[in-house]
């Protein structure tokens, strides 16, 4: 068991390492630095044309993502990008008539050679390399969908203490395709929960499983809170946005899209406003509303009781150290969360200064 969570959380950290880069890596180009990016006599470029409304240009996003990050250290290629909404005369410059458009562009020239090929990181690697004299293989990417089969599905999906959203999908499926990259973004914003579950199942290979669980297309999506082992089908939208609020809603996590603990987490209501109380009170007032803090948070249970333990913890502190400490702690993990950290000891640092900001907000 222990293996086995050891290897999650560094599968988790593998993941955020590589999508962090991601921004970086696939160079933004604009009417301003383009021919200072492109056209250089050391390295070729290839650059992607692109709608941000486009919907083929949101398919090949994480595609053309992983290409940026296989090559950030291929000095002689760069992989770039021009938003053409913005950029409207750049892409008219180079002949850009609809989208994704996706040119290379040789040591030295600014007149492109169109890519034709099939839009995916492999497809392209190959390309370049073949262009750019490079010999570049896509990074993989550990996945965070917890793959279900017929001998696993009853312990993960049917286990109370975990919310579970399952994909019933088909391999030849093109919709199940197309969710697949945005799926897999969903599953990695919520690893660190450890009572969420992203999970797919092949209805193709698992019929029986489907069918008992009333499925006729692909792909499917079926959410099983822990309160509700029949399962209800998920209707909402299937964008990356639509998938975080729909599981933030309920399952109670305070998550955004790159899995990030948002202002909210950690924030508990009846502790609030006994902070408020606690903040506003006197020396030997202080002592009665720490009780009433500490009474309440005997009362929590699951992660919200590791919240109140920092209420508690952070409370103390403020009788302590001085009604300065919540301000200046809010500022040293502040500076601890700009450093690069492990996405564990960022939830860790964010929960502490959500609640913080609590006491330091009323004083």
């Known amino acids: 068991?222990?293996?086995?969570?050891?290897?999650?959380?560094?599968?988790?950290?593998?993941?955020?390492?590589?999508?962090?880069?991601?921004?970086?890596?696939?160079?933004?180009?604009?009417?301003?630095?383009?021919?200072?990016?492109?056209?250089?006599?050391?390295?070729?470029?290839?650059?992607?044309?692109?709608?941000?409304?486009?919907?083929?240009?949101?398919?090949?996003?994480?595609?053309?993502?992983?290409?940026?990050?296989?090559?950030?250290?291929?000095?002689?290629?760069?992989?770039?990008?021009?938003?053409?909404?913005?950029?409207?005369?750049?892409?008219?410059?180079?002949?850009?008539?609809?989208?994704?458009?996706?040119?290379?562009?040789?040591?030295?020239?600014?007149?492109?050679?169109?890519?034709?090929?099939?839009?995916?990181?492999?497809?392209?690697?190959?390309?370049?390399?073949?262009?750019?004299g490079t010999n570049v293989k896509i990074a993989s990417i550990p996945s965070s969908v917890v793959v279900l089969t017929a001998d696993n599905f009853n312990e993960i999906v049917l286990d109370e203490n975990r919310d579970v959203l399952v994909e019933f999908y088909a391999p030849w499926c093109g919709h199940c395709k197309n969710l697949a990259p945005t799926y897999e973004k969903v599953a990695a914003a919520f690893n660190l929960e450890e009572d969420v579950v992203i999970a797919n199942l092949d209805a193709d290979k698992y019929k029986d499983l489907a069918e008992k669980h009333g499925v006729s297309g692909y792909p499917t999506l079926k959410f099983f809170p822990k309160n509700n082992k029949a399962g209800e089908d998920y209707d909402g939208g299937r964008d990356l946005e639509d998938f975080v609020i729909f599981i933030n809603e309920k399952c109670g996590t305070s998550r955004d899209g790159k899995g990030q603990l948002t202002s909210k987490a950690g924030v508990i209501e009846v502790l609030s406003s006994l902070v408020k109380k606690f903040v506003g009170a006197s020396s030997e007032e202080k002592k009665a509303v720490f009780k009433q803090i500490e009474d309440e948070a005997e009362k929590l249970t699951g992660s919200a009781a590791r919240y109140g333990k920092v209420y508690l913890k952070s409370a103390k502190s403020c009788m302590e150290k001085g009604a300065d400490y919540a301000k200046n702690e809010i500022q040293r993990l502040e500076r601890m969360l700009a450093k690069s950290i492990s996405p564990a000891k960022a939830d860790e640092f964010t929960l502490k200064k959500n609640i913080l900001s609590i006491f330091a907000a009323d004083q």
């Open 1 to 132: 068991m222990a293996t086995s969570r050891i290897c999650c959380l560094l599968a988790t950290l593998m993941f955020f390492l590589f999508f962090s880069a991601f921004a970086d890596d696939v160079v933004v180009l604009t009417e301003a630095n383009f021919e200072k990016e492109v056209g250089q006599h050391h390295r070729g470029a290839l650059v992607e044309f692109y709608a941000p409304w486009c919907g083929h240009c949101k398919k090949l996003a994480p595609e053309y993502e992983k290409l940026g990050e296989s090559f950030k250290k291929a000095k002689s290629v760069l992989i770039g990008k021009v938003d053409c909404d913005e950029h409207k005369s750049l892409c008219s410059k180079y002949g850009v008539s609809g989208y994704p458009t996706i040119q290379w562009f040789p040591k030295g020239s600014l007149e492109p050679k169109k890519y034709e090929g099939a839009r995916n990181a492999e497809a392209l690697a190959e390309f370049v390399n073949s262009e750019g």
